[in-house]
């Protein structure tokens, strides 16, 4: 009986100890293997809006971009149920405008590649478009439909925030869906345009939308824009385009935030962010630093729980 | 002499300890260094208490399809076969491409046979979200068996027309042959027109698909020439002539590979229903209802369903 357990205490051992061994050559990269974490925290969206606002807080505030469509077509109500799910801070979608004017979720001009049909979106009618299903990333079929701008924000409502892409120039109409679902207080629309212009074509929805000015840090005048928009608007924050780290505009960055306007780098492509993004953050997490280390607010990634995961044990997000 | 009993007794059980000490270690070691190994003895006696999880163009959730990250991603999330398709060069390369043009998943444009290994490798893939821009190159066949070996095992898809020799030339030249199942819809004895006794070189696993023409003659023809280790089953429905092949071959104890990536290849029970409405009511009833193994879409959320079930403890890392 003894000789039993300890032959079995021994094998254990042994197995165990096999398997450990295992488990590192696994890992390819020398170091342990990122698995993401499935998460399910939620935030309310009061908080998410004070945390907006908070340009001097440590809390990241975490995008993503067209929704988890890693998991879900992109642009899909279920992409956006994903977010939630997921503790995601604010979901990026692109609205677009049919042939009969209903507003509907859409990245691309043409329906070709995420859809079972063809054509542009300003050549079809909502009739027509929502019998077709959303593809998934390899191209096929789901049972996923198309959403109408309308669908999504009443998902939306009191859980996440909400960037419009693409809705600049047909926001009067996207408005009306904004206020008719009554999300006003959660959308966020952005603009790579100096202060001037926007004054004058989106004036009357300033205060009443929060707009976040896009901000090229390689274009000349980078300096002059960001100061004419912290003196006439202060916005909730500027997006970055930051295409090489060694750009001095960086060290900018606390300035603005104590001026009160929070700042945004997407770590989606390495032209965002000086090569500090997610495609390397996949392989080493710690990419990711550059963004802490830069006291960025806002980061808009195409990882989002990879991103979260990363944050929360940086007790950088809750 | 009672004492004698007990100690000839503590002997023989000492001899037997460590008799299993060393087997333990032996495949411990076999554990280490090669895990394809170990999936190839499961393919060979497949078992209900396993269940394989094959991944359908690698993990391309996670990277570019048939890239090696979504490889890489397979054999970091312990998938046993990573499902890739390979395509000849203008200049005869095998390459990781699932179209017959590189202009759905990379920023370049052309047919795989016009262009040149040079010509792939100078473009870049694209993410699921179609954009462009990554860092991430097509792989050759080489370079995957090479990221593979010892490690997964990997289903050569689009292989079967023209370029099993090629591929056979690559699985020699990287000790990998005992690793790569190639497939195709193809009858036996077309197969063995074409390549002859290259056949019974390789590991080859028929697909019986819904257009096969009378599929029990095409498995038992099968059967007889090459006894394949395993067959790929698709079925549109439960009365489909392919299902009811699905039983007879479990009871030969032939390995059976499922599809479960759209509505058509397994009666509806899909890795989307498996999201939408519970794994129970797709890959649990896969498995049920003869399922050896499971091609997906979605590794991760499967090995995890898998793991719960207790099907995967065989293999456990």
Redesign the interface.
């Known amino acids: 009986m003894k000789?039993h357990s300890f032959?079995s205490c021994?094998?254990l051992v042994?197995?165990s100890?096999?398997?450990r061994?295992?488990?590192v050559?696994?890992?390819?990269y020398g170091e342990e293997?990122f698995?993401e974490e499935k998460t399910e925290k939620s935030i309310s969206i009061d908080d998410l809006i004070a945390n907006l606002k908070d340009s001097r807080n440590d809390e990241v505030i975490v995008v993503a971009?067209?929704g988890d469509?890693?998991?879900a077509p992109?642009n899909s109500l279920q992409a956006i149920e994903n977010c939630i799910k997921m503790g995601v801070d604010m979901v990026e979608i692109d609205v677009r405008e049919t042939k009969d004017g209903k507003l509907i979720l859409m990245?691309?001009e043409t329906i070709d590649?995420t859809t079972t049909g063809t054509g542009k979106v300003t050549d079809l009618t909502w009739e027509y478009l929502q019998t077709l299903y959303l593809r998934?990333?390899?191209?096929?079929?789901?049972?996923h439909r198309i959403p109408t701008l309308k669908e999504a924000l009443e998902l939306c409502k009191g859980k996440i925030l909400v960037n419009l892409d693409k809705s600049y120039p047909i926001f009067d109409k996207c408005f009306k869906v904004v206020e008719e679902t009554d999300t006003k207080q959660q959308v966020v629309i952005k603009g790579a345009i100096p202060y001037e212009q926007v004054k004058e074509e989106f004036g009357t929805y300033l205060d009443k939308v929060f707009f976040m000015p896009i901000v090229r840090l390689n274009h000349p005048n980078s300096k002059s824009i960001v100061n004419d928009y912290l003196n006439q608007l202060q916005p909730v924050a500027f997006e970055f385009t930051v295409p090489q780290d060694t750009i001095k505009m960086i060290e900018y960055f606390d300035d603005i935030r104590i001026q009160g306007s929070s700042v945004s780098v997407n770590s989606?492509?390495?032209?965002h962010n000086g090569g500090h993004d997610d495609?390397k953050a996949?392989l080493h997490p710690s990419v990711y630093d550059w963004f802490i280390e830069n006291h960025i607010d806002i980061i808009q990634t195409?990882r989002p729980q990879l991103l979260l995961d990363y944050l929360r044990k940086k007790n950088l997000h809750n | 002499m009672e004492i004698l009993k007990r100690n000839v007794k503590v002997v023989l059980f000492l001899g037997k300890f460590l008799y299993v000490v060393v087997l333990v270690a032996q495949s411990a070691e076999v554990l280490q260094t090669n895990r394809a190994a170990l999936i190839l003895e499961h393919l060979k006696n497949p078992s209900n208490d396993y269940v394989l999880a094959v991944s359908h163009r690698g993990d391309w959730r996670y990277a570019p399809e048939n890239s090696l990250q979504a490889i890489q991603r397979c054999i970091d999330l312990g998938v046993d076969i990573v499902e890739i398709d390979v395509r000849l060069t203008k200049d005869g390369h095998l390459v990781a491409m699932h179209d017959y043009t590189i202009d759905r998943t990379t920023n370049g444009k052309g047919k795989v046979s016009e262009l040149t290994l040079e010509e792939i490798k100078s473009f870049r893939l694209k993410n699921a979200c179609g954009v462009k821009g990554s860092r991430i190159q097509v792989p050759t066949l080489e370079e995957i068996m090479k990221i593979t070996k010892d490690k997964i095992m990997v289903n050569l898809d689009k292989v079967e027309g023209e370029t099993v020799r090629e591929a056979y030339e690559i699985l020699k030249r990287t000790g990998t042959m005992k690793q790569a199942i190639f497939k195709g819809r193809e009858t036996v004895q077309t197969m063995r027109q074409k390549y002859g006794g290259l056949l019974d070189s390789i590991i080859y696993m028929p697909i019986l698909i819904d257009n096969t023409k009378n599929p029990s003659q095409f498995v038992k023809d099968y059967n007889n020439d090459l006894s394949p280790l395993a067959y790929e089953v698709t079925f549109d429905s439960e009365r489909s002539e392919n299902f009811k092949q699905i039983s007879e071959m479990r009871a030969n104890g032939i390995f059976v590979l499922t599809i479960a990536l759209w509505d058509a290849l397994v009666a509806g029970r899909t890795d989307e229903m498996s999201m939408l409405q519970g794994p129970e009511k797709s890959w649990g009833w896969l498995i049920a209802n003869g399922a050896n193994g499971i091609m997906t879409d979605r590794p991760g959320e499967l090995l995890q369903y898998l793991g719960q079930k207790g099907l995967r403890d065989w293999l456990r890392e």
């Open positions: 000789l032959v021994i094998v042994v197995i100890g096999a398997c061994q295992e488990s050559n696994g890992a390819k293997v698995l971009h067209r469509w890693r998991n992109e990245h691309d590649r998934d990333g390899i191209g096929h079929k789901t049972p989606l492509w390495p032209r495609e996949a195409d």
